[in-house]
């Protein structure tokens, strides 16, 4: 019940995050969700896409470093208090979070968290005991 991302290693210089757009965009790949992390000399675009297999063979194809990582994606009230509800779940059960991002669907009332876990399996079974959906990526792909 994991979502993958991928996960592009990009030199801090002008035009690069524009080549990755591009070729997604030359290629028809819908970003779903992203997270763009800058580090001294590198930058690490995290991407949901609805079509990953797709998105790994482009983005490899034009040399840039690519990988997939496992993650969890959990359905959150798009509303004050919903992010804290879920966090306070994962929380109280010890689990802690790597790093996330999320984003709002076209036809929801709720959004979605994408969750970088060290154990994940833990986190889906903590998040579906308290009533929290946490969504496939071949769900995801098509939000």
């Not at 966090?87 to 109280?92: D, E, G, S, V």
């Not at 929801?108 to 876990?117: Q, Y």
């Amino acid at each position: 019940m994991y979502a993958k991302q991928v996960s592009i290693f990009l030199e801090n210089k002008k035009g690069r995050l524009a080549e990755v757009t591009r070729v997604l965009a030359d290629e028809k790949i819908n970003i779903r969700a992203l997270s763009l992390a800058d580090m001294t000399d590198l930058g690490v675009l995290r991407l949901i896409v609805d079509d990953r297999a797709g998105c790994l063979r482009v983005l490899k194809e034009h040399g840039l470093v690519v990988q997939e990582t496992e993650v969890v994606a959990a359905e959150v009230p798009d509303k004050p208090g919903g992010l804290h509800h879920v966090i306070a779940i994962l929380n109280a059960d010890g689990i802690s979070i790597e790093y996330m991002y999320a984003f709002c669907t076209k036809n929801s009332d709720n959004a979605m968290v994408v969750l970088k876990i060290n154990d994940p399996a833990r986190a889906v079974a903590t998040l579906q005991k308290n009533g929290i959906r946490v969504l496939p990526e071949d769900v995801i792909e098509k939000l």
